[in-house]
């Protein structure tokens, strides 16, 4: 069997000769994805799996094989658009598809000597896989494609899913799956510990994860790298539709998520004069506390309104979320009411790919009604003061977040023990707060006494302008307001 470091060696090999032609990252990965997903399709027609194919066989990876020069341009082009009219998993793969790669004889070399070369459904899981989560880090890294708002960092992942500790038989949901880090940790963390016979395997692999993402590129990318794992629904697992304009009921089990940064959402709309332009979106539901066009507290509520009763989540949201008034002060106080929020952990600056951003993670249980608050006390683990973190030479790693795992204490929540990062407040401390404020700092800022420990200038620069983002637009809801009552 091909070793996994020469598969990654070839991918990596083959991604430098296209960038010459001016390719990016993301282009790469997803040309990749397209040809990967033909032919394993291609594959599962064979023995021994005798599977019937749902693409036509027009379009099909022997089509491809036949064809060199401008032929095959012109045909892999018209298969991309073609197999995007499709329903299903294959119309998640090719919607909105287009070649990128502009020599058709590098195209025919990608075709026959990489791809073709290679049995990909006799690899293991792992080794695709792995090389596929390479190319995908790669791509969020490369600042110019902006892809790095649908890649969080996989430590941080791998160590909400330790403390979450998902089960099998569970139905669980990723609304802003990006490329589906989250998905696939639950789903290694469920193999490596529980043992499971044939059909909760079954289950587990087709009836267990399901996800939304509104991006067709992140889709598709999320869509392969489930599938390169194993974790193929027999129906496609990724919706393309928004998560927010619609509640589909209290059904998931356990909701793990770090929604698109960016506070405002906004759509596309075309005026009676023909020009397109941006509008802001204040998300109406009933099953929403607040009505705001504040992304992060719409998914909030989303999240809340989706969970089965007892159902627990694990949300990234930024700071904002936690101090800004009005929308934010009514949706903290209902959260803290009608569900147990009982851990928040305050991330370092410097591990996301999009800089400058100050987020959290809010960890919460949902509980049936009750005549009194839910919430009773919460923990707040601060990993953020005096913690320095970059994403070339000083990265997170698991390892950095194994104090953070060592309080929490996942196998009792209530055996917990206050230390210097990780303390413990009361519904009564958090409610006397102007706002019911959770934006609690309690250690001292070394760089406030030490200007050489102060942060990067760019990294300052950012934080300023993302208070005075979140001042604006507090000035703008007020005044709205004044408007509304006039």
């Not at 694990?314 to 979320?321: E, R």
Request: charged fraction near 30%.
């Amino acid at each position: 069997m091909t070793d996994s470091k020469q598969i990654v060696q070839k991918l990596w090999n083959y991604c430098n000769i296209l960038r010459d032609d001016g390719l990016s990252y993301g282009d790469y990965v997803e040309q990749l994805t397209y040809l990967l997903f033909l032919k394993m399709d291609d594959e599962r027609t064979k023995a021994p799996y005798n599977k019937k194919s749902d693409i036509p066989k027009k379009y099909n990876w022997q089509s491809l094989l036949e064809k060199e020069g401008t032929e095959l341009e012109t045909h892999y082009i018209e298969t991309l658009q073609e197999l995007g009219k499709e329903e299903g998993i294959i119309g998640v793969i090719f919607r909105k598809a287009q070649n990128k790669i502009q020599d058709p004889a590098k195209l025919r070399k990608l075709i026959v000597e990489l791809i073709n070369k290679e049995n990909w459904l006799s690899l293991e899981a792992d080794v695709k896989g792995d090389a596929y989560e390479g190319l995908l880090e790669k791509n969020a890294a490369d600042t110019k494609g902006g892809a790095g708002q649908y890649f969080t960092p996989r430590p941080l992942i791998n160590t909400i899913v330790e403390v979450m500790k998902p089960k099998h038989g569970m139905k669980i949901h990723d609304p802003a799956c990006g490329t589906g880090g989250f998905l696939l940790s639950a789903y290694n963390y469920i193999v490596k510990n529980y043992r499971m016979d044939r059909d909760q395997k079954e289950e587990l692999k087709h009836r267990t994860f399901s996800g939304n993402e509104i991006v067709p590129m992140a889709a598709r990318l999320c869509v392969m790298n489930l599938y390169l794992h194993g974790v193929n629904g027999e129906e496609n697992p990724i919706s393309l539709d928004d998560s927010l304009k619609k509640n589909s009921g209290p059904i998931y089990d356990m909701v793990l998520t770090n929604p698109p940064f960016g506070k405002k959402s906004s759509e596309t709309i075309v005026t009676d004069e023909g020009e397109s332009r941006k509008q802001t979106l204040t998300i109406l539901r009933d099953d929403f506390w607040a009505k705001t066009a504040n992304k992060q507290l719409n998914f909030l509520q989303h999240v809340r309104s989706i969970l089965k009763i007892n159902g627990r989540t694990a949300i990234i949201l930024p700071d904002n979320v936690l101090f800004e008034g009005g929308a934010g002060e009514t949706v903290r106080r209902k959260l803290m009411e009608t569900c147990d929020l009982h851990t928040l952990l305050r991330l370092p600056t410097g591990i996301f790919y999009a800089q400058g951003v100050k987020a959290n993670v809010l960890f919460f249980d949902k509980k049936a009604a009750s005549k009194d608050h839910i919430t009773s006390k919460i923990w707040i683990y601060d990993m953020r003061t005096n913690k320095h973190f970059t994403l070339k030479e000083s990265t997170l790693k698991y390892e950095d977040l194994d104090d953070f795992v060592k309080c929490y204490n996942p196998d009792n929540r209530h055996a917990r023990k206050e230390t210097e990062r990780f303390k413990c407040f009361t519904y009564e401390d958090i409610t006397k707060r102007d706002k019911a404020n959770l934006d609690i700092i309690w250690i001292k800022d070394e760089s406030l006494d030490d200007l050489d420990k102060l942060p990067e200038p760019d990294v300052v620069a950012n934080e300023i302008a993302e208070d005075l983002e979140d001042a604006l637009e507090q000035l703008n809801e007020i005044r709205s307001d004044l408007n509304a009552k006039k």
